[in-house]
């Protein structure tokens, strides 16, 4: 067996998502290459075995063509440095790997596959190279991977002339007429490969095609061949493998005698490879995993009987629209030590004995999105209780960096690779369509086989992160809270919602009129091209970029030309204006349901890298309130009964606090235990002047540190924010740091911390991975130490607004009280309360909401209430 090392390196690492260890190595092409090698090792048995790799990017072909392979983007850094971790892999497994100075792997593998041959062993090649086809004989069949990296393609020379109609040595020819973009071989102009197996069809080689261009019909194609055919034969030379390297190994070097159990369960559990630990001959540890597209055995159940279910069950429920609060249902995956199991979503939601089970406290379920799972049940009457493993949840826990929420990526990217995306099953766009029969069933019973195989492993992963109280105390409480909200829904006025698109029509009417007036003429005000030519050609405003299409009209431009023309600022609120009519006020009245006026934001907890919440459909988190127009949208949010209020209740300065608690600074300490203003405080420090001498604009300026600090500012940033020159920011940064000498040492702290250890940790132990902090680029590792810094505040401070949701619904059900929480935006809860617990509510939700986690400085937590959530602030 000859291994083209490079080629499936370079396909797994582009066919896996971007996997990498708790110390931030990328690790996704050799877990991929090793998927292949232990299933080709399986199937084959191979006596003798090399994997060849490329020596260097010059070889003797440079010499014939010097743009050989000239077109190449470099090789991604993420799989360079994988390819060390590829070669000890190799010699874990006893593997003999061999480059050759001035030639390719091809070469090495096309001299010893003749070789082998001439000796009279069977030879099998594996690579992601079609190149090496031409290599096929009898005693010689090249396996391409495609779909991934373990599905093999076998090449025999019957396959060839069933495939192209041709024998392996025309493949030489093919390439040499149509060449290899992927190798800059260039071939002849405007022949592709349809034409090319035609020409040698009919021609046999290229060399005949060439002395008997007269024949060829068609006149354009004959003066193509006439004139580059040239470089159509030196197209063939460069396309043909050699087979006489001059390699110094022999067979008896290939000979396999397999692995060494110690050294390659060592590199398995070094690169976290725990999927695969359990395959390898004498391990110890228990692996459900099973090889790509492995057949598994499953029952369709077309009545349900209490005997169907295990008190520990998966539970995978399939939810085929986007929204899934229309709670259409496609099926139920269901697997344990009983089998696997597909219901049929009709026969489920009938059953009695399935509701039973599902509303059961008792019966644990293991399921995927158990949040979607409970909303989408419960629009079918059936209150979903017992869950204790959420698949999805327990993922983004261990890397919230991995964006897939795709069923078979989160599976794939933990070792779960016998399942298909749902992509490939149901099509997508407007061909996606669910999927019948047994194909939906085997793809249920995949999905549920692979949440029961992962349950124990990833567990195992979370204990080992000390994560197993985040994920047990905070996130799985918190997804069934979130459910119970998204479920609920927020009432809106939609009269007040309609007349306000009225009020802002009128006023972008009235706002367009004066742009006209100042503008001298009418014009497209959404046309960057046309606002243009009126701003920097007519008016003769100062042109400060430009685009490919013109005068940039950006944001930031037209930010910086405030000063210079009244129309300027006009056009701002123009834009401004017309996003909030058309993105939230039309928005909403689009998303509104129709029998209860209420809308039901999904909450996104598996998405965002500090585990902070986000909203969509609608993103109720980020109304522009800066705008007043922004902030009445608000009225239009109100309580759902008679005699009710909102009542929303936010933190103060919760990062600032988080701040002082992680650095220990005993000034940012000692400011907040006396409740000072943090701003006028730092101020004071950082200008050395007493309370009394703090300008406005010197207070300004502390804010901009303070909160700077937080996202781990620089000094171009704090001079942009500020309108100051970079050295005056720096100054003050400089500064700042002198006064604060705890949040310096943080600073410094942190960032030596995340490049030993890879990533850096919230004060309840969530992760954030960054691999990025020991980059050679310079811009990318400044762009990860400020990560370092401020994922550890930002994420700290979700965990307490987090960990106060749960403390609040605890209690609000302990005293008996009928207020609901509607909303989490940032650091502010919102509420529909009765006017009679208010008084109630006035000192329990602050008490609650600040002891949420107990820091070195108090939590301070300020709220109101009113009609609406407009009048709530």
Do not use: C
């Not at 279910?309 to 697997?335: C, P, R």
């Not at 509104?592 to 809308?599: E, G, I, T, W, Y």
């Not at 300490?669 to 200008?687: G, L």
């Not at 996202?711 to 400089?734: C, H, M, P, V």
């Amino acid at each position: 067996m000859l291994i083209d090392g490079n080629s499936v390196a370079y396909r797994a690492f582009f066919a896996l998502p971007l996997l990498h260890n708790e110390k931030g190595v990328y690790t996704n092409a050799v877990y991929g290459f090793t998927t292949m090698l232990m299933k080709v090792l399986e199937e084959e048995k191979p006596t003798h075995i090399l994997v060849a790799f490329d020596a260097g990017k010059t070889t003797f072909r440079h010499e014939t063509y010097k743009e050989y392979k000239g077109g190449r983007q470099k090789t991604p850094p993420e799989l360079s440095e994988q390819f060390p971790f590829l070669r000890e892999l190799l010699d874990a497994y006893g593997i003999k790997r061999y480059e050759l100075e001035n030639y390719e792997a091809d070469d090495i593998i096309g001299t010893l596959a003749i070789e082998a041959e001439k000796d009279g062993y069977e030879v099998k090649v594996i690579s992601g190279d079609k190149d090496l086809t031409q290599l096929t004989t009898d005693h010689i069949t090249v396996g391409i991977t495609r779909k991934g990296i373990t599905d093999i393609e076998n090449y025999t020379p019957e396959h060839i002339k069933e495939k192209y109609g041709l024998t392996p040595e025309q493949i030489i020819d093919m390439k040499g007429l149509m060449g290899d973009q992927s190798d800059n071989i260039p071939g002849v102009p405007g022949v592709g490969e349809k034409t090319a197996i035609k020409l040698l069809k009919e021609f046999g080689t290229l060399e005949n095609l060439l002395g008997s261009i007269d024949k060829v019909s068609g006149p354009k194609l004959k003066e193509r061949l006439e004139e580059f055919k040239d470089q159509a034969v030196m197209s063939k030379e460069l396309a043909t493998i050699s087979t006489k390297a001059p390699i110094d190994v022999n067979m008896s070097d290939l000979m396999y005698e397999g692995y060494n159990l110690a050294v390659l369960r060592s590199l398995f559990q070094e690169l976290e490879f725990n999927s695969l630990l359990g395959k390898l001959e004498g391990g110890d540890e228990e692996t459900e995993d099973q090889p790509e597209n492995e057949a598994i055995e499953f029952q369709t159940a077309e009545s349900i009987a209490e005997g169907l279910f295990a008190n520990h069950m998966a539970l995978y429920v399939e939810i085929l629209e986007d929204n899934y609060h229309t709670g259409a249902i496609a099926g139920f995956g269901l697997s344990s030590e009983k089998g696997n199991v597909f219901l049929p979503a009709e026969t489920a939601l009938k059953s009695k004995v399935f509701k039973k089970w599902a509303e059961d406290e008792t019966k644990k379920k293991q399921v995927y999105d158990g949040k979607r799972s409970i909303v989408s049940l419960r629009r079918h009457g059936i209150d979903l209780k017992g869950i204790d493993f959420d698949l999805l949840l327990v993922s983004y826990l261990l890397n919230p960096s991995e964006s897939t929420t795709d069923f078979a990526g989160v599976a794939q990217r933990h070792g779960y690779t016998n399942v298909q995306t749902d992509e490939a099953v149901y099509g997508k766009g407007a061909k996606k369509k669910v999927a019948e029969g047994d194909i939906l069933a085997e793809h249920l019973s995949r999905k549920a086989l692979g949440i029961a195989s992962l349950y124990k492993p990833l567990l195992d992963e979370l204990d080992k992160n000390e994560q197993l109280d985040l994920f047990y105390d905070l996130e799985l409480p918190l997804s069934f809270i979130l459910a119970d909200m998204e479920y609920t829904g927020v009432k809106v006025d939609i009269e007040r919602l309609r007349d306000m698109k009225a009020e802002m029509a009128e006023r972008l009417s009235q706002i367009e009129e004066k742009i006209y007036n100042l503008a001298g003429e009418k014009f497209n005000i959404n046309s960057p091209k046309q606002l243009g030519v009126i701003l920097f050609e007519k008016l003769g405003l100062p042109v400060i970029k430009k685009t490919k299409t013109g005068y940039s009209t950006a944001a930031d431009v037209l930010e910086k030309l405030a000063p210079a023309h009244e129309i300027i600022q006009e056009i701002l609120n123009y834009r401004q204006l017309g996003k909030l009519q058309s993105t939230y006020i039309e928005g909403l009245l689009k998303v509104v349901h129709k029998d209860s006026d209420k809308v039901h934001t999904r909450f996104n907890q598996a998405l965002t890298q500090t585990g902070r919440l986000s909203s969509t459909d609608p993103n109720l988190q980020n109304i522009p309130i800066r705008l007043e127009e922004g902030r009445k949208i608000r009225q239009a949010f109100i309580p759902s009964q008679e005699d009710w209020v909102i009542f929303a209740a936010d933190y103060s300065q919760i990062e600032l606090r988080v701040l002082a608690h992680i650095a220990e600074d005993e000034k940012l300490m000692e400011a907040f235990r006396e409740d000072m203003d943090i701003h006028t405080k730092t101020a004071m420090d950082v200008f050395h002047v007493s309370k009394d001498e703090v300008t406005s604009n010197m207070r300004r300026q502390a804010k901009a540190v303070n909160f700077g600090i937080i996202y781990g500012i620089s000094d171009y940033g704090l001079s942009q924010n500020l309108g100051i020159t970079r050295k005056e920011a720096g100054t003050f940064i400089d500064r700042y740091l002198e006064s604060f000498p705890g949040v310096r040492n943080y600073m410094k702290d942190i960032v030596m911390d995340a490049k030993q250890k890879g990533y850096v940790s919230t004060l309840l132990h969530r992760r954030r991975y960054i691999p990025e902090i020991n980059s050679r680029n310079f811009n990318i590792r400044s762009f990860a130490e400020r990560t370092a810094m401020n994922t550890p505040i930002q994420g700290s401070a979700a965990d307490i607004i987090k960990k106060a949701m749960i403390d609040m619904y605890k209690k609000l059900e302990e005293e008996g009280l009928k207020t609901r929480l509607l909303l989490q935006v940032h650091d502010e809860l919102i509420f529909e309360a009765p006017k009679n617990e208010i008084e109630k509510l006035e000192k329990l939700v602050p008490d609650v909401m600040e002891h949420a986690l107990e820091l070195k400085v108090p939590l301070k937590v300020d709220y109101s209430y009113g009609p609406t959530w407009y009048d709530a602030k």
